[in-house]
Structure formats: C-alpha cells, structure tokens
C-alpha cells in the first residue's frame, strides 16, 4: 500500500520507520527544508526531555542505541530560590528514572536516516495543502495540521483550541555552573517561570515563560531580570540581544475529534492533540502514538478503516488525561516546587514508593518513567491519594480513640 | 460612522434597529434572499420560543407590540407518556410567565421593515467571504461565522466546536388535540426525544431529536413511531413523506474568545456563541447581546474599541454559562421530566416562590421569565439550593434531637 505522511517532525519520521517495516510504500511530505542539509531551527523548542514512552518507542525501531549518546540526563529538578539556593530534587529512586535532554534537530535527523535507509521517499521543501494521492494519508503536520482542516471540513468535528496566555522566549546559558544534569527551574509564580534543558557542550537551553501582557511591558530584560530572576542574569550573557531578536513562542492546546476518516486519513501525535508543555511529554506521547497505532494495523493487517478507528477508540482517552495533567503541572511548575510542604509530600511519595516497590508509584513516576497509557497511571494515582487520606483519618481517629481510653482508664 | 453588519438573522437584523437608532450609516449582508419576497425556510427551525430576554430586547425596539400577535403563547409543558398520557406543568406562577411560539421568518421579517425603514441598507443574496469595507464590520453570522474565521485566521484565538451526537428532524403536527398552547415534549432517555412548538394556524412544529445511529437505522419511520411514540404517530399523516424528504438538522455547541478585535470587528449571536437548543435561549441570548452592545456603545461612543471590549468582558461569563445550562437541560428534556420526584421538586420550587415572591426564583423562572445575567442566574439558584439541603440536614436533625429527647425522658 502507498501512505503518505504529511509533516517529518517527529511523530511523522518515527511512524514512516514503523510503516516502511510493516512493507508499505511511504511518501513523507515536509515543509522545511532537509534538516540534514541546512540548520534552521527558527529557534523553537530546540531541546526536549526524552522519557520512557519515547524511548521505548524508539527501541521498537532499533534507533535507542544511537540516540542515547545524542542526549544529556536530567537527575532530577534544580529549584532556584529568589536567595539564589539551589535545591536538588531527583526524580525518582532508581538510575533509570530519569529524563533525557536531546535537540530536537538530533532526533529527527536520526530518525529521518532511518527511514531513508529503510526506502521512505522524503520530499522536503513541500507545503501541502490539498491531500496527496496515496492508499492513505497520514496527518503529523503539528497542532496546526492542514490535514486535519481539509478532513474535518463539512464533518460534524469537534475541536478545541486554547492558547495559554503566556508565551516564551528562548535564551542561551553557555555553561550551567553547578547540577549541570538536571532540569533547573526558577518557579515566578504569576510572575514568570524559567525551565532549562542541558546541552551536549555544557550548555543549556532556558525558556522564559511569562503572561503576554508582562512579556510586551518588559523594556529592558535586565532588569527585570535583575528584579525578578537575579542569579539567572549572571547565567545569560546574551540576554539583551537574544530577548530583542528571538521571537514570542506560543502554547496551544488542542483536543479534537474523529481523528481519522473511513480509513483514508489518520492524524498523530500534536495534529491530534497538542498539549501545554509542562509535563515535557508532548513529543513523548506523539511517539507513543505511533506504537499505539502500528499495534492497531497489527490487528487489522488488512482494514485501515478498523485500524484507524481502533486507534482512536484505544488512544484518545490518555491524551486527553495527558492534556489535563500538562495543565496541572504549570501550576505545580511556577507555584508548588516553591512550597517546602510539596517537596514533603514528593519525598514522602518515594518514601513509599520504596517501601512498596511496584505497587506504590507517584504519579510523576508513571507519567514519566513509565508506559502505563496515562488515564490508567491517574486512576491509579487517585486510589493511592485516597489510601493516603483515609491512612491520615485512619491515623487520626487512633489518636482519638487512645485519648478517649485514657480518660475511660 | 459606517457599520456593516454581516448576517441578517435575528442578531443582525435586531442590531441594525439599534445602530440605526444611535445615528450610525448601516449596512447588512445576507447570504439568503429576502424573506419578504420569499419563502425559503430550509426546514430548518422554523419556529422558536421567544422569552423574557428576547421579548425585551424587542421592547427596546418598540417592536414587541407588532410581535405579540404573531405568536402563540406556551403555558407550560405537555408531557406524553407512553402510555399516551398528557400530564401538563405550568411554567410558573404568574400569566407572564409563559413563552411564546413565534415564527423566526415572522420575527425577521418584523425586524428588517423595521430597520428598513429606519434606512438601514439591506443587501440580500450576498455571502461575504471577506469583510467589507466599513468603520466595523459586525459578525452576527450564525454560528459557522466567516467573520469570525477572518477575524481569528492568524491569532492567537480560543475555540471550542462540539456537536451533539444527536440529530433532529422537523415534521408537522396539523392539529394538537388538546394543550395547543404549551410545549409538547416526548421523554425517549436515549431512545430520542420530541418537541414540539404551537403555530398560529392551529397547527405545531415538531423536532424528533435522536442520537445519528439510530436516526441512521430508522428505514420505516411509521414502524419506529408506532414502538417509541405510538400517540405521535397518530398526529403527524404526513410522517412518512416528511421524514425521508426533510433534511437532517444537526446541533452545535460553540465557544470562542476573543469576541472583537481593536474596535473593528466584533462578533454577536450564533456566531459568537452557540449552545444547544434544549434551553430555549439560542435567540433569546442572541437578542439579549443586542442590548448589552448597545449599552456598552452607550458608555463608550466614541470608542469602539472600549464598546466593543467591554461588551465581551460583560457578556461572556453569562453565555458561558447558558452553555452549561443548556447541556443540563437537555438531560432534563430527554430523561427528568420522566420522573414524578423531578415533578414534585418544580412543584416545591413554584410554591417556595409563592410563599417568598422575589426572594425565592426558580432556575427556570430566572432563565426564562427574567432578564437576570444567566450567570447571576444560576449562582443564586445554587444558593436556593444550598438552603433547600441545609433545610433538610437541619429537618433531620431536629428529628434525631426529637428522638433523642424522647429517648432520655
Ligand atoms: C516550549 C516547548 C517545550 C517543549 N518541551 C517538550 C519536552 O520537554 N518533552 C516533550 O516530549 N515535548 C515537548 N514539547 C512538545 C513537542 O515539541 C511536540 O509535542 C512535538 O514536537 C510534536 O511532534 P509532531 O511530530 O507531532 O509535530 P511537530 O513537531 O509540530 O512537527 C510537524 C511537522 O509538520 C510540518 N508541517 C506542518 N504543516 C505542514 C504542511 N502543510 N505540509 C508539509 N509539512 C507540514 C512542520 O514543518 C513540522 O516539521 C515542547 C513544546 C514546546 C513548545
Ligand atoms: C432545532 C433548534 C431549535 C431552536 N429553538 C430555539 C428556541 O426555542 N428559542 C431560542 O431562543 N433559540 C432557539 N434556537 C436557536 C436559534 O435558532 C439561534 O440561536 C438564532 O437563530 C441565532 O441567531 P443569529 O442571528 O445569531 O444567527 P442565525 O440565525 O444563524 O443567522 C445568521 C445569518 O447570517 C447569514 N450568513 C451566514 N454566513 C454569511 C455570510 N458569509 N455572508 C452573508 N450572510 C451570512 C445566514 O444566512 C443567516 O441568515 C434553536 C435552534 C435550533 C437548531
């Protein structure tokens, strides 16, 4: 069969290496130029944290080894304080739990010579936007997806587009001198937010978020550096002529349905749903989609109509609870890493975590460290709030009944 | 100044009335002919309930009084059992509190002599694909609105398109045997759901709502009535005819932001925010924007941007929430007013508002029969709710004390 996938970022790269191997023709359509060729990054979300389910979906296809040396671990969280301390926060108990820093760039290159390898055609250059010829057409053109647009058009769609009313900047820190392994966050409250993302080369990536009417008011980044993020300043040399020429990213969030039609066209990863990009697991679970999805053709060899549908049916509900949790964990982000009382209740969840291995897991733990789809990692998260609260009563009402039995001695 | 308006719906034909009055050059586009000079209904809801926020915005106008004799006054509920039953539950207390049946061709057609004559400049057959040249331009229409796409295409817009997974059918009722002046409603649970709004010639509208499959499945329509709705069989003769040439109609529920844009472009009706049918304030919401815009021209005259700003900081929060209540009553419409207690409740509720007039309203009531904010509306009613539970711990505790003093004597 000849499919052809719109968009080669990397939802639409991975899935052409899964479907090159199931032995169909594939075609993947780009609007940017070959990657391999020209540096373009246009200097958005250049580095991401890779975690469990990209990694595994990348195991699947043999490429984990390769990319692996690409990437720079995150050990956990460095959360700046105004004073200037740096806490450290591991992520988890084991080595293995913990996230992965890697250009975005270095992830498709690799999967996109993958595919070429395995006999993917790539046509880079090419903006489409009427639906190529082909068996079927694959939408993983991003949260702006023209193939969802001319498949939802005169369709009974529903769809759902919400912009966070915060934009970002990128800026550049050459050397991160202290946790250089680590995702350092500075949390602003409704102040502004800093994330950063280490580099191969010592350097790091930090993202400035801030709501868009601070954002336009600031006139001079230094000072308002110097008022709100003091230690950062000294961090950024760059700062004034990086904030001047870089542009305002935005954060879309985006929930929609069919994501399929009659087996001719399929949408994955942010053309299906695009997420707030604070739980870092918006590439992550575009590429677990594709596992989801090469599973379904695996039970359909022969029906992508079926294959599609089921897709949808099995897929749908964790994203839409991914899109939930990424909007929860901005709050967590720019407020709660600031309260030493959350920070109790992470140590007490690894606490128990390693007193009850595999049956009490903190719900970070599961998104991140794990493939459990992510409706089932919260259903699981919330018995264990429970078992919690009512251990808290349970714990109460001992204390009451002993004091009442001293006063009945 | 020269404002178009696009669109000459209720919203826009009502706005015109206004804008004309406050000295402004308007002109509206519409896509459909001139429905004085023709009958082209589409099939498409054909008549409506006019209520309290509808008939005031008319008021406004000076129009209520032509409008009045046009429609048919809707006293209350009919409800059909299955067994062919008519149990009837008035609306509320007082004669005013009725709604009325009206045509929306009539209503229109009232509206454009009106601003016709007022020398607002008509231009019908004309669908407008990119926005005319004015001062504004006022999308009013509806809710597939092309100004609205104009309006977004490029920024950083909020939307949400939903459709109901059910779908609806118009038929023709010639005669209602008894209750022609009430809203018949066949409860179906998720079987479908009928109801049906009185003409002036004697004769009624009824809409079959029915989720799509089984709307789909249906292949002799007089088979499915004579099993689901055996006494509505008897009253519409032309079923078979009507259900295989009738279009089906189909519901969605749309919200957006940002309603305007730097005193340009501002968005008004369907086309700003559209809810499902089953509270009866599509039109009535639609109306009612009419008047809040023009207050807000009002404050502001000689800025539209302010007027237009502040129109949608005023009004969103309220069409929000009819959103919501329009959803829940759609679960009331098709399942609770099968059910004696949800009866009883009303009951309970109409006499609370006897006992305590003006201090005790029903949700209903507030909704249809006042102009309260739908918002304001509903906060209320959870307070009424609140000491309805409160009344009933508290009548259970006062028993338990009875018990108890009982018990100790
Ligand atoms: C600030 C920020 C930080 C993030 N951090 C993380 C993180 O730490 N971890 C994580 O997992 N995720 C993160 N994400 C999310 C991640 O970037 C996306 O979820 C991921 O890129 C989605 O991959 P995709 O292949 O589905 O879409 P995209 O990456 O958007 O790729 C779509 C491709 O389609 C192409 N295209 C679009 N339209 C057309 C057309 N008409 N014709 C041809 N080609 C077209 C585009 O050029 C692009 O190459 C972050 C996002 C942001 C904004
Ligand atoms: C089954 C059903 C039952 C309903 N019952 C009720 C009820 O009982 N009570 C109630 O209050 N509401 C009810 N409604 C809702 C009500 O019909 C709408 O809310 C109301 O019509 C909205 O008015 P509007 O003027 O904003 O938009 P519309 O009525 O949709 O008018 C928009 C106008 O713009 C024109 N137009 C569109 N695009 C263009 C273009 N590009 N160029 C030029 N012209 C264009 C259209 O032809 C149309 O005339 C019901 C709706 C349905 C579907």
Redesign the pocket.
Known sequence: MKIAI???????SLLACYLVRRGHQVEV????PDPRRYDDEEG??IN??LSAR?MRALTDVGLMAEIQPLTVPMRGRAVHAPDGKVAFHPYGNRQTEILHSIR?RDLVISLINQADSAGVAFRFD????ALPEADAVVG????F??VRTLMHRGARADFRQEYLPWG?KELTIPTMPSHHEALHVWPGGDDGLIVTHPNLDGSATA?LFLPYDKLAAITDPEAFFAERFPDALALIPDLAKEFAERPV?H?VSIRTAPWHHEGQVVL????AH?VY?FY?????S?LEDCTVLDACLDEHPDDLAAAFAEFERRRRPHTDVLDELSRQNFVELRERVRSPLHHARKRADLTLARIFPGRWVPLYTMVSHTTTPYADALAKAKRQDAVLRWAAVGAAGLAAVAMLARKVR
């Open positions: 719109v968009g080669a970022g990397p939802a639409g359509y780009e609007r940017r958005r979300s991401l944290g990209g975005r090419t903006t489409l936007s993983a053109d991003g949260a997806s023209t970002y993202t990213g954060l994955i990863g942010d053309a695009a990009p870092g697991q918006g590439m992550n575009a």
